[in-house]
């Protein structure tokens, strides 16, 4: 109980301390509400979705937000528009088509068939098998925009398979090749997070909010190519820094590969609807990368893939309606995305841009874009969600970009974009997948953000030698200006 009433006794108590000079009672009120949310997205003592709908309907009452701080009472008929203004982004609909997507290779078995094969083709060495990991969540990532749901669909229940094979349990030989395992499906997971825009659902949350402070970043293909350098070498790296850093006691053994291709030959011949899948997967993923060329939103093109899923039988338009998961993220980021826009409305980001802005001064735009990404990762660690986090912070370091003298507000907020994914990997609950990694118990609290922190620290530095000057290079083929 207390975790449902601490986000109310936060939100009240912030609005009885005196307004600041330079923001009305109403934008204080606006803050108070919004404050409260990021507590109870947190907290979770109910549904995130719930917990968006409660807040936007509290600001449609109080009609704040859609408007200036300074405006006229609106009518009940504009408040409730503006409320509902984010089910209408296309954004939303490519997070929640991007789900739907993700039923099929998970309906049809193909991600199942995809991770036995690369483990039996991998999986005589404990490295190799790292890299089997990577691999399938690497194929996996453009078209699941949940690293919660790649891992727990398709790689958790082979690893968990796979350790009590040579009597690796939580409380018992961890170390054997249980820690290491689990430790790769994390770690794979968060960097495909950061290779893909559709890799991980708080992605195109982030540009969706960024754009509402009229910085406008990337397409899905000019996010792959800003990537691709650091995107590269973390993902050949993440199974070889594992193997050195935390190291299984197993080196090898053929009866991974064996077991895993039992399996395999078990599912039998590809069925159609897998070959079904695969096709629309393609058709989708050459849509995706030409997006320029072909003259299709992204959003339309995953709508495309779920009309030819329901069409080949791929999924049923039942499925369609009961995926709940894809339902409740769309309610969840559409009440997101406006209540994060009324932050500008009611002028808080303005309010909170002259006040910290000021400290960015004197900086060169290098400086200052690398002292902004290391505050925008390192908060992290007071986030439970990746979601929480990009509505708390993105829209005010969207704002802070633009004060750096000299530095271009699109470079800037697009290096902070590409972080989030591996970032996610410095906490227990920093990412989606995390807490089901965690709580497999194979690594414990204490190492767990030890690792995290280390591997975080490796990427961060990869990312700012290599990441940072590609960037800055590929900017005006992005026509950023």
Known sequence: ????????????????????????????????????????????????????????????????????????????????????????????????????IGLGFSKTGLGERIALYLVSKLGKSTLGLGYAIC????????????????????????????????????????????????????????????IFLTGQAPNPLALSLISKNGIEVVDWL??????????????????????????????GSKEIAQWSNEKYKALGKMDKKQIYMIIVALIGLILWVG????????????????????????????????????????????????????????????????NLGKHLLGFSPLFASILLLLLFSWLRYFFASGTAYVTAIIAIFASLAGQIQGANAQEVMLILALSMGFMGIITPYGTGCSPLWFG??????????????????VYLAIYIIIGIPWIKFISSYLNFH
């Open 222 to 251: 000019g996010w792959f190519l800003s990537f691709l350098p650091v995107g590269i070498i973390i993902f050949i790296l993440t199974p070889l820094l594992g193997y050195f850093i935390y190291p299984p006691e197993i080196k």
């Open 291 to 354: 997006a320029s060329f072909f003259k299709i939103n992204a959003t339309t093109t995953a709508l495309i893939m779920i009309i030819l899923m329901i069409s080949l039988k791929i999924i049923t338009w039942q499925d369609f309606l009961s995926n709940k998961s894809a339902w409740n993220t769309l309610i969840w980021f559409a009440t997101l995305i406006t209540l994060a826009s009324g932050l500008k409305n009611m002028g808080i980001l303005d309010f909170l841009t002259n």
């Open 135 to 194: 691999i399938v969540d690497f194929i996996l990532a453009p078209f699941i925009p949940s690293n919660a749901a790649r891992s727990g669909g398709t790689v958790y229940p082979i690893v968990t398979n796979i350790a009590p094979m040579f009597e690796s349990y939580p409380d018992k030989n961890s170390r054997k090749i249980g820690s290491y395992l689990v430790w790769m499906g994390l770690a794979s997971s968060c960097v495909t997070s950061s």
């Open 1 to 100: 109980m207390w975790k449902l009433f601490l986000p109310i006794v936060i939100a009240i108590a912030f609005y009885f301390i005196p307004t600041p000079e330079g923001l009305s009672n109403n934008s204080w009120l606006y803050l108070s509400i919004f404050i409260g949310l990021i507590i109870g997205l947190m907290l979770e003592p109910i549904p995130p979705a719930l917990i968006g709908v409660i807040a936007i309907t509290l600001v449609v009452i109080f009609k704040i937000g859609p408007v200036g701080s300074d405006k006229s009472i609106i009518s009940d008929g504009m408040a409730i528009k503006w409320g509902l203004s984010g089910f209408s982004d296309s954004v939303v609909w490519l997070i929640f088509s991007a789900f739907t």
């Open 440 to 457: 497999s118990g194979y690594v414990k609290g204490a190492k767990f953000f030890l690792l995290g922190g280390i591997f975080a620290f």
